[in-house]
Structure formats: C-alpha cells, structure tokens
C-alpha cells in the first residue's frame, strides 16, 4: 500500500510542493489541509452563512477545515509538520500534538532558530529536517532503503 | 472521585494560582508541568550528563519533562491550556493537540487578540476563557450546578 | 468499587430520585447532568459572556453542559437514559449513543407508547424498565444476586 | 481514498438524493440505512420469523438494521445526520451519538426551529447545514479546496 | 468495500456451503477456520515437530490455527456462529466471545433445543437463525435492503 | 490496588469457595456471576415482567446478567473460567471469549478429559490448572512471588 | 486481502529470502526493515547531519528506522522474528514486545540452544520455528489449510 | 494518585532496591517481576505439574510469570528496563517493546557499551540512564520539581 503523508504547517512557501516533487517515482500519497487562505479562512461562513462576530466567523471555518485535517492525519503514516519563520503557527503546534497522540511518525521541518521554542515537539518526533529534501530523503529510505549518496551514485 | 484538572502553558504569570484560589472547596486535583523553568530547561543535562550541543540538551530536558506531561494530561478530566502574551508556545498547542486526540474536555485561557491564531485550537475546545476565575467557575459548575450568581446569592 | 451510574435524560420529575432512594443501603454512586432547568440552558453565556445570537448562545452552554455528561458518561458502569413523555428529548437518545459505542452497559426507561420509536435505542441496551423502581431491582440484583421477591422475603 | 460519507436519519424527503447528485464527480462513497420504512420495519421478522408481542417485533427488526447501521457509521469519514420536521427521530440522535463517540467527523442538517432542541447535538458537530445544498458544499471543500463562488466562477 | 463475514463453528455439515450459494451475487467476502477436521488437529505437529503429549499435540495446532481465526474474526464485518447439534464446541462459543468483545456483528446459527445453554451468547448477538437460508438473507438484505419477499417479486 | 479475579463458570460445585478460603490473606477481590441458578434464570422476568416464550425469558435474563459480567470481566486482572463435567457450559466458553480479547490474563481450570475440546481455549489462557488450589497457588505467586514448597517450608 | 507479514530481526543470513521464495504463489506482502547494515546505521546522519556523540549518531539513525519499523509491524498480520547465533539482538525482542501488545499473531525462528532465554518472547508467540521452510508451511497452512504433506501429494 | 513505576530486567545485582532506596519520601509505588531466579524458572511446573520437555517446563512457568508482569507493566506510568552486563537478557527488551507498544514512559538503565546494540530501545525511551540514583532523580523530579542540586541545597 502507498505510504500516506500529510504536509501540515506553514502555507506561504512551497515546501509541500518541493517535497512532492523530490518524491517523485516513489509509491507515495500526499495530503494536506486547503492551503488557499482565504477560502480557509471563509469556509464557514461562505457555506454556511455570515457571521457578525469575527470569533464564530472563525469557528465555523475552523470546524470545516477540521473535517479535512482529521482526515488526513488519521489516514496517515507520516505527519510531516513545517514550522515556518512568522506568524504564531499554533495550528501547526496542534497538529503536532494530535500526530503524537495517535501514535503517527512525526517529522518537523524547522529551522535551527526555533529549535529551543520548538523542543517539546522535537522530542516526539522521530525527525527534526532543515530542509524539504531532506523529508523527500526519508521517504525515499523508508520505501526503498536507498541513502542519499547510494542514489546518486545508482544514477550516475 | 476528585475532578482531574492538568493547567497547562505559559508559566510567567500566577493564572495557575488564581484557579487553585478560586476553585476553594471544590473536589478538585490540579496538576501541572514543572512551572520553575531553570529546572524544566535544564533538567534532562542535570539528572543524565551535559551535553555539548544545546539541540540536545533541550532534547533530554524535553523528554524528561514528556514523562510529567504526558503522565497529567492522561489523568486529567479536563485540560486548561493558557496561552500568554508572549512567545511562541508552541508546547502549549502540541499539549492541546495531545488533549484533544485523547478525547480530554479542553478549555482555552487566552485574549481576543490571539483569537484568529487560535482558531483551531478553539474550535477542539469546549470552552475559550478569558480570565482565571472563568475557568474556576466552570470548575464549580461542573461539579455543582451552581452558576457564579446562584453562587453570590447563595453567599449572601 | 462502587457501581457507578449515570442517569440521563428527562429533568421535569423526580425518577432520579425515586432510583436513589430505592437503592438505599447499596454500593452505588450516582452522577448526572445539571438537572437545574435555567442553569443548564444558560451556563456558557453565564459563565463566559453574552451572546447576541440564540443559537451561540445554546451552543457555550451546551459545550460547558459536555465537560460533566461526558465525565459522567466515560465514569459510568451503567447508564440509565430516561425518555419522558413530551419534548424531542434528542440529548438522552445522543446520551444512550455514546453509552452505546463506549461499551456502557445501557437501561432504558420508558412508556410502551415510545417502544416504536425507540426500537433502535432499546435494541443497544441490556434493560427496557418501566419505573424508577425496576432500574433500581437491577442495580440491586447486579450488586448481591438478590431479586425483589428474595429481598421481601428477607426484610419480612 | 474516496471519502466514504453516511446519510443517518430521516427518511420521507429526497435529501439523501440532493447530497448525493450535488456531489457529482466528487470521489465520495456514500451509505445509508435502508429507507424503505416497510422493509426496514419488518425485516427482523420477515427474515427470523413472527412473533406475537410488538416490542420482540420491533427489536428483531431494529437488531438486523444495526447490521447495516454499525457498518455504516464505522467506516465513515462523515456522518450528517438530518433530522426532519416530524416524528421523534430518536434514531438519528442515537446514531450522533455514536458517531459522536467513535470520533467521526459530524455534520448536522436540521431547521432552526430545532436548534434549541438539538443544541447538544450541535456541540458536538463540525457543521450544522439547514438544506442539503449546503452539505453537498461541504463535502467539495473538504475533497477540493474549492469554495462556493470559486466553483461557479470556475464554472463560467 | 465487500461486506466481510466469517463462518465459524461447526465443520462436519455444508451449512458454509449452502451460505455462500445463497449468497451469489452479493458483494460478501467470506472467510472461515481450516474445516479439515485432521489438518486442523494436527497442523501444529506436522509443521513444527511431533509431541509426547497430547496436550502440547493439541497446544501447537490450536495455536497454527489461531493465526488464521484471529485474522478471520478481526477481518470481518460479521461474524456468523453456528453450533451444532454434537460435541462441546466451545471454540464456536469462544470465538463469539471474542466477535462480541472486538464489536463485530453477531449472528448465531443453531436450533431451538439449544436456546436455553445458548442464551448468554445469544444476548450478544444480533439475530439468531435457525437455518443457512435465513443468513443469506440478512446478508442481502444488509447489502440491498431487499427483503426476501421483494426478492422473489423482483425475480417473477 | 488489590488483585482483581473474575470466577467465571460452572456454578454447581464449591470450587470458588476453595480458590477463596486458599488465598486467605492475599489482596485478592473476587467477584463473579450470580451462582443461584434459579435467580439467575428469572432475574429478566422478575424485574422486567413476565415473557410467553421461553425465548425471550432466556433473553431478559441473560441480558440483565450481561450487566453484571461485563463489568466483573472489564475490571478483572484474571479471568478463570471453570468447566465442569456437565453441561454445554457455552457461556463460560463465551466469557473465555470476551476475556481473551480483552487482554485480560486467562486461568482454564479443567479436567483432562476436555483437554481436546478445550483446546483453543487452552491456547489462549496462561495456565491450565486441574483443581482450585492450583489457582490459588497461582495467584500466592503473582503477588508474592512464592512458590507453594516456600510456603510451606516459611509455615514450618 | 493478502496476508501482510512483516519479517523482524537478524539480518545477516538469507532467512528472509527463504521464507519468500518458498512462499511462492501464496498471496502474501512481505515487508522487512532496511538490510543494508550500514545504511541501517547511517541513515540519521547521512540524511539530517553529522553528529559528533556516537550516542546521538546512533539515536537518530534508529529514529529513521522506526518510521518504516512501525509501520511494517502495525500494517502486519503476522510478525515473525528472527534470533540468529550472534549478538544481542535486542531490537528483534523489541519488535517481539511491540508485536505482542499491538495483537498481532507471533512466530519466532530461532534455534533450541536459545529457548531458554527467549522463553518470555516464546510464550507470547503462536508458533516457534526452527527453519524457514517452517515459517512458509504456517503462512501456506493459514491460507490454504494445506498441509506439507497434503501438498506433497497434491503436487505428485 | 501515587506514580506507579515497574522494575523490570536484569535480577543479579541490587539496582531496584538502590532506586527504591533513593526515592524514600516519594509518592511512589513500585512493582518488578519475581526476582528469585529459580522460582520465576519453576513456577509453572512446581504449581501445575512436571514435564518431561524442558521447553514446555520454560514455557509454563513464562506464562505464569506473564500474568504478574503484565500487571505490572499495564498498570505502570513509568517502565525502567535495567540491561546488565550478562546474558541475553531478551526478556528485558521484550518488556520494553510492550511499555513502548503500550505509550508508558520508558526509561532504559544501561551502560555505554551497550549503546549500539540498544540503540532502538533508546529511541524509544525517555531517558538513557547509567545507575540507578539517577533513576530515582528523575522521579523526583518528576513528583516534585526539583533537581538534584535543588534538593541538596534545600538539605543543607
């Protein structure tokens, strides 16, 4: 069967996107939460109706989205969490502690000057990468048990 | 049995406290993770040796705290998570993650200007507090069915 | 251990009572929902501040109401769901489900006029009483072997 | 994976039909319980043979139902669960319950003279829809990421 | 997805047999234990060794074929029982314990003079047949919602 | 905490009574079915109302039963099961059942002329005993880790 | 749905290789951690980063490795587990542990001079081979209820 | 409630009793498994009979010794696994591999030259410690907050 991965996190780059394509020929699925951020934002209440309060305005999207992004973690083998340089990511952080509960393969991507606000979600991670290659490398090792240099070397 | 309550998040302020006091009286046991944060950062290197990386140092010291966390939120009825003004708090979020997964009653302390950050994490609450004694009043209404006027009137 | 029940459903008389007092002398300990008409509906808006809408404002009550029925529930041996004979009652047939796919062992008590429309509720549970009186012969005969007749017999 | 979606409750209008062809080219499984009333009322009997009192009648018929229902309900990523104008629909709070409990994503579709009756529903649902449409909506954002508008303007 | 059903229990009539012919046409998958009386007796010495005891004879084999009927029971949507009318047969009991443990539907297969020391295990089941017919019947019906009446109709 | 023991099976012979006198002194609590066998057969009826088949007289009472021996088996850290020489004695097969895939650790107290038909049973318990004393024995070493000969010898 | 093996342990004899080759025709999908012994070792650091500690080079080598152990197991209908002649081997008694709590059906391979000190792991198991061919005669018996001698002649 | 921490591993030196030692004053209750050799070796047979197989006399007294140990390690919030100089000690890992499987805190006490070999029981534990006062740190810490110069300080 394929392996599951869902990318969660940070939605202002394209590590997802360079992730997908570093992976390509392996026997992987990819998911993610709606990373188009209006529409994220808007669900709810596009849906479902306005709201006038901005806090029920962002729970009723926060609940829609939901239906998505418990279905892509409880369907995965791996979560793969980006922390990104701005904003407060909570919703990252979250996703994280839901990954760790279920007993998925976390994997953060995060740079080093985060590590120490990060640790906690370091430790229950069976990965800490700086770069979206080096989740690319993993999935490669994990399906095929081929290291970086062994490929590069097989493709030469 | 006693209500099991684990305070988790930000350790700057007395919030921990203003729930304890106010919550006089009640069938309560709180519990929390280590708020002394010299200890909490530095206690995996002072049990188990130093290290020369801090990556590591903080690992250890995470993980050792992982075994008081993960040990209260297991044991807990309910889990009040606190996001202060501050930080990036991240461990605060992966603790409501934990909480949610495990089917905990969750309950968020923060301010309406995290409101949107938080949105998610909300939106797995079942209750967004805005001040301590909110949070002791739930406390006592759980536990009695008396509402904070019901209260007063009943006092006088 | 004590038997724990929890008893849900209708709030408008005394069945709650008729039970514990008929199980007098026995190792039980029973939990419920706020069985206090105006607290329950108004808890969250109580509690948490006010809300414009009605449907929000069921919604922070209901939420806070899940912190004790949902501890009551997962605490409990056995759940008694009672239907009465007016109002939808929608919160006692949701109650009898989640007793149902947590494994809970399942009374009901209702009228012969709701069987039909009960059918589906009854078929999940281990007990259909039609009196106060009978749940509280079971939790008897559950706890010392003993059935009415025998414990007439005995008190004579 | 498709999306595998249960239609719980009512059973006398066609809004499993207005999901169901509001959803097309969407990779969704839906099931339901079987909507003929007189077969779904019968069959425990017809099957297993008749029986002189109602209540065995109705419970022979409810147990076979739960066959299907159970099946249903387990292997769903989504339970909406409608809830008409008429009757007492105990099954379809039932059936919330237990999608409730077994950590299913659940979408209510109901009117708003029902809220107040349904508010502990609600609580526990990531949705709540008043016409089919808005459901079908839901279950295209979840699968697509595509909102409302963008799906018509896309359309033009 | 095939709607999975395993046949335990009694192996020395066609009762199997005649529930998968009457099932034709139905998307069921049906699996079973090892029905070769001798195969299944001595499975475990002719593959890893003979034995002085008959007890550890009997140990080996039944723990071979617990391989199989762990999958089979674990596997299933449905888990049919028969018990015949000869011998102990308390593993078709035991693995009805396990069926109502794991919350796979129940079904149980046997004949009226055996109600009474059945009556445990049927009080875990959802129907009790009293012929192959009738399983096959359930099983279309939980399938198609075709009762057999409606059955025979459509086939005129 | 004390030791749980759930005594399932045959109730015609004192062998419960013996397993307990012989642990006197150890943190044991034992609980086990309703052992008066006409009690036990009516308790559905005599609580809940008399029932024209025998049918469903057998299922209200094996119903109310099932209260009693679920949560005896749930909170058990050992099940022993008895078969006597009489008897189908299919429910304590079934409760093997329900212990076995429930984790719970399983003792078969048996005589060797079942060892056959018992053997899938056997296979899943951790010890076959042949008369009571052997479990108490059992049960003297789990807790104090002695050994019937110690025992002695420390008594002398 | 085939049966999903997952071949745990010793890596330096061509067991596995045995077991799939002599497997042939079945329907069965084998899978295994990574072989390569020194890919095994490196892959942490050849993927995330030198370390300098030995101990962490190691941690966050076996980290990598546990994404694909833990899902080989926890996909798994069978584990079997390999003990060769050298070495510790801690890591296949590890995989024998998690094997055991997550339920799933254990076959260890491993020689008679070693029974004694793997007589915890052998008692969790359901079969204790001494060659390959043993493992692949269980995998075909659990499938086709054929045993080796049956086979024999079948292929005469 | 007291923290509940189960010894298991090596029984040829005084670890446990230097931990337990070490913790005086600490709400903790310990458990281990029976630390007589021969007894934990004959337990089986010394209770249920003599057998001729040395591999069934290991046998049967490992699944005696299974019914404290799982105990043991179920009811634990902590497991430390103590690896010893000598021996296999596959039980030991074994047992760690179920603590993993089972989300208890895993603490390993080993020495460096065991480091590779342990590697993958080190990932998955907590804490690496190498004697048994800093086992006994952690639970301080753990209970109480404070590190071991914190306590030395506040001694003096």
């Not at 952080?93 to 953060?108: H, N, P, Q, T």
């Amino acid at each position: 069967m394929a392996l599951a991965v869902y990318l969660s996190g940070e939605i202002h780059t394209d590590w997802r996107e360079q992730i997908i394509s570093a992976s390509e020929g392996l026997d992987v699925v990819f998911s993610s939460p709606v990373t188009d951020h209006d529409a994220s934002d808007d669900c709810g209440v596009a849906i479902l109706g306005a709201e006038d309060q901005k806090f029920w305005h962002d729970r009723k999207g926060a609940m829609v989205n939901a239906i998505r992004t418990r279905r892509g973690i409880s369907a995965a083998d791996i979560v793969v969490v980006r922390f990104g340089e701005k904003y407060k990511q909570w919703n990252a952080a979250f996703d994280a502690g839901i990954a760790a509960a279920e007993g998925k393969s976390l994997i953060v991507l995060s740079q080093p000057d985060h590590d120490h606000a990060l640790k906690e979600v370091h430790a229950a991670s069976l990965a800490v990468a700086r770069d979206p290659r080096q989740v690319a490398q993993i999935l490669r090792y994990v399906l095929t048990g081929k290291l970086p240099e062994a490929e590069q070397m097989a493709a030469e």
